[in-house]
Structure formats: C-alpha cells, structure tokens
C-alpha cells in the first residue's frame, strides 16, 4: 500500500511497508544518516504534519516534533522537514 507524503514541500510516492529512510532513498532524496538503528541522530528532521511508529524505540534524544527517519514508518500521509 503506498499514499503521497510532503517532504520539503515536494510530494513523494511512500510504501508503508519500508522506513522513511528507505523511501527517501527510492526517490533519490540522498537522505543524512550514519545507523539504521536509532541511535545516532543523524537522520533526525521535523515533523510538520502526521505521525509515525517506530520499528524500535530511538535511543537518541528527539525534540518535540523532531523523528528519526531510520527507524520510523509512516501508515498515513505525513509532511516532513528535511533541512
């Protein structure tokens, strides 16, 4: 099942079944991160709009309405914030 989410004002074609990390990757965004595990930050951007879940609870410290795209899936169109 796929649904459009907003990533830096651009619209994308998003698989729920993958993380948002790899759906940035599939459409050649060249997403930020080190891990794939949460825990290093580096892929951390703002959530506009929407919700995720988490495949595991991040380890790293998140501000309010800052998500880890490594280790988060979204089931419902989101708006994110890259940079």
């Known amino acids: 099942m ?10 994308y074609v998003f698989d729920k079944h993958k993380s948002l990390l790899e759906n940035l990757e599939v459409h050649a965004l060249n997403p930020e991160y080190q891990c ?7 892929c951390r951007c703002l959530l506009l709009k929407g919700q995720v879940s988490y495949t595991q609870p991040p380890l790293v410290y ?3 309405n800052e998500i880890l795209t490594c280790c988060s899936r979204a ?3 989101i708006e994110i914030q890259t940079k």
């Open 2 to 11: 796929s649904f459009t989410c907003t990533v830096d004002a651009h619209n």
């Open 62 to 64: 998140l501000h309010k």
């Open 75 to 77: 089931t419902h169109p």
């Open 36 to 42: 794939r595990d949460g825990y290093c930050g580096a």
